[in-house]
């Protein structure tokens, strides 16, 4: 049976490596762009489905079947508000298979790098696929590169038709297993523990720890930790792409056990926020501390933060006590007000780089694959 896609996945953008370039919905508003890219036949001979001439009747047509499918997901890519290419997955046959194109006037500026690696991004951590298969025509170099930077693997070579070159064409086929992307995808080791980007299989996991999460909480994450919507954190995590934005979940490394989260986002440039929570059962042990070092060697010297803020309720000392044993210092007093209404007195925090490096006395972490 195929799999589906829960509906809404892409209801709100994602963001990529770069703040132009984001993954949207797609709409019937879109298919002028659509008709206008794929008309175009340097861009359709790539393609096996696309026939040549094509227009803005088979643009519609194509974007009326997509939205009633949930066997598929398809994603405009936008660069700077403009529609610019299309990547999706259609999960019909038994194994998901990726698809992708840009308009010429996008092509070989990395738009399609970014995009696609969002996308993947996305897929694996939203949703239960354990693998993406993908084919590109031997022909076709630009595409067989960019499946290979994301760790594609060959696996094979087979013939299709192409509809618009209306002949037969040989494509290399390669996949991407679940297990080979974990391990391209940002970790963390410290004694204790391990810290992970949280994907779906992890949300009943999280739930359970947010269950009492006053434990330790920045401000921001007071609120989450209210609504505890485990799903919506995962969601939210997938679609803010590092090295911008990043979220991790910590497990112990003894018991495997989720106690709780860190993560940074991007506020202004090169200046991230700190944010973190611990299931109250935890407390008391140094782990947020631990946690929260390593996070922040992750975001000054693989995310390129200059400096972190962090935000922490007036009334939470033992948070205030983790951001200053980070080396973080009081800055002043705000307001923050949390989505659920009202506001929340909290103390302001801020840390720079170079302070953070020359107060670090502590064993550098284990850190990996930060980059974009
Ligand atoms: C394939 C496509 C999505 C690639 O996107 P893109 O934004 O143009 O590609 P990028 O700029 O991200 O480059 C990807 C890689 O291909 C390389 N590349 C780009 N053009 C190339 C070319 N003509 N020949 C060889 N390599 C090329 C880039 O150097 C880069 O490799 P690197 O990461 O090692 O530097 C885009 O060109 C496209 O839409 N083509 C038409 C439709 C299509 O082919 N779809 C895919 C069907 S499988």
């Not at 809404?8 to 132009?20: M, N, R």
């Not at 954190?233 to 803010?240: G, H, I, P, S, T």
Request: aromatic share 6%.
């Amino acid at each position: 049976m195929s799999m589906l896609f829960d509906e809404g996945l892409l209801l709100e953008d994602c963001t990529t490596a770069e703040t132009i370039v984001r993954l949207r919905r797609l709409t019937l508003n879109d298919a002028p762009a659509i008709a206008a890219a794929l008309s175009d036949v340097a861009v359709a001979r790539n393609l096996t489905q696309v026939p040549h001439p094509y227009g803005l009747d088979d643009a519609e047509a194509w974007l009326k079947s997509v939205a009633g499918r949930r066997d598929m997901l398809a994603a405009g890519v936008s660069v700077d508000g403009v529609l610019a290419g299309v990547v999706a997955i259609d999960a019909s046959g038994v194994t998901p298979e990726l698809g992708y194109w840009l308009a010429a006037p996008f092509h070989g500026r990395g738009v399609g790098r970014l995009a696609v690696r969002a996308f993947v991004d996305f897929v694996f951590a939203t949703t239960d696929v354990a693998t993406i298969a993908a084919g590109h025509m031997l022909d076709n170099p630009a595409s067989g590169r960019l499946l290979a930077r994301l760790g594609f693997q060959p696996t094979g070579e087979t013939e299709v038709c192409s509809k618009a070159r209306g002949a037969t064409v040989r494509i290399a086929t390669s996949a991407l297993a679940r297990a080979a992307w974990v391990d391209g995808q940002p970790a963390i080791e410290t004694p204790r523990l391990s810290l992970r980007m949280p994907t779906r299989a992890d949300v009943a996991e999280i739930a359970s720890a947010a269950e009492a999460p006053f434990g330790l909480a920045t401000a921001p994450f007071a609120e989450l930790a209210l609504t505890a919507d485990a799903q919506a954190l995962v969601l939210r995590a997938a679609r803010e792409m590092r090295p911008t934005n990043l979220s991790l979940i910590l497990r112990l490394k003894d018991e495997r056990t989720v106690v709780g989260g860190v993560g940074w986002r991007s506020v202004e440039p090169g200046v991230v926020e700190l944010g973190f929570w611990l299931g109250a059962a935890h407390r008391g042990r140094g782990l947020m501390v631990e946690a929260a070092r390593a996070t922040l060697e992750a975001a000054f010297l693989g995310g390129g933060a200059k400096a972190a803020r962090a935000n922490c309720r007036a009334s939470d000392w033992a948070s205030r006590q983790v951001l200053i044993r980070c080396g973080f210092q009081w800055e002043g007093s705000t307001l923050v007000r949390p989505a659920s209404g009202g506001s929340l007195a909290a103390d302001r925090f801020r840390l720079d780089r170079d302070t953070f490096l020359s107060f670090r006395e502590w064993a550098a972490s284990d850190v990996r694959a930060f980059g974009g």
